[in-house]
């Protein structure tokens, strides 16, 4: 015997070990005497690597049943509520870390370059600049960049007009719709950055209220 052919007979033991076939050839030791038609059964053993598969699933099942019921472990009701209760902790603490994502109340103007240049190209991405230019001069609409204002200066005013649009038949609409909350945000904090700036021809004084007051 050379050292493959010592080889491929371990193999074969051990596939036979967690086989246990009967060797060809001998099958007539297992056969049954049942014959249906000329089709007959071999008594075949169940695989012993499948055997060992069952008993580890019997084996678990009670593992779980004694945990669950005896020490009140691994049970899903126990873990559902657990995993839920955990959640909603954390939405909360979300919300309470960034309430200005979840409440008019609470909106703060943003004022990094990264959200004012978005705001900038909602401004034009959105049309607000036919009506209110590019500069926010203002045409149709009123300048946006002087303190006067008719619906209320602020980031929590500029933000409701923008949501819920201007009086009945001045032309300014409802943006709420069309425009995700975060970006009435970064429009109306680009608004404000544009407070003081000098627009080529501003369009005269509109509104009586003053925001910010200098
Ligand atoms: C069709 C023209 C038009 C478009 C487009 C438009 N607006 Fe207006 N906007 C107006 C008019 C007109 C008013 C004045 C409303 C009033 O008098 O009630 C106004 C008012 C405003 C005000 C309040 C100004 C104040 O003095 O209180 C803000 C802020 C504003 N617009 C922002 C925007 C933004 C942001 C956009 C783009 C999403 C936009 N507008 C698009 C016409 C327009």
Redesign the pocket.
């Known amino acids: 015997m050379n050292k493959n052919s010592e080889k491929i007979s371990g193999w074969k033991r051990f596939m036979k070990s967690l086989t246990k076939a009967h060797d060809l050839g001998t099958e007539e030791d297992i056969m049954l005497d049942h014959d249906y038609d000329g089709i007959r059964e071999l008594d075949n053993v169940l695989p012993p690597w499948w055997l060992a598969g069952f008993y580890i699933t019997i084996a678990m099942s009670i593992f779980y049943l004694v945990m669950s019921f005896g020490f009140n472990k691994y049970n899903q009701y126990d873990e559902f509520n657990d995993d839920v209760t955990a959640a909603k902790e954390e939405i909360e603490a979300y919300k309470a870390a960034n309430p200005q994502l979840f409440d008019d109340a609470n909106i703060v103007a943003f004022t990094d370059a990264e959200n004012l240049a978005k705001g900038k190209e ?2 034009t991405a ?3 600049f ?3 230019l590019a500069d926010l001069g203002g045409s ?3 300048n ?1 960049t002087d303190n ?6 602020g980031v929590k ?2 933000f409701n ?2 949501t819920n ?3 009945p038949g ?4 409802s ?1 709420e719709s069309t ?1 995700t909350r975060e970006e ?1 945000i970064q ?2 904090s680009y ?1 404000i950055s544009m407070q003081g700036t000098t627009p080529e021809v501003p369009k005269p004084i ?2 009586e ?1 003053i925001w910010p007051e200098k």
């Open positions: 909602l401004f959105k049309t607000c036919i009506c209110h149709i609409g009123p946006l006067h204002w008719i619906l209320g200066g005013s500029i007009t923008i649009g201007g009086r001045k032309g300014m609409i943006w425009i009435r429009l109306a608004i509109e509104g209220v």
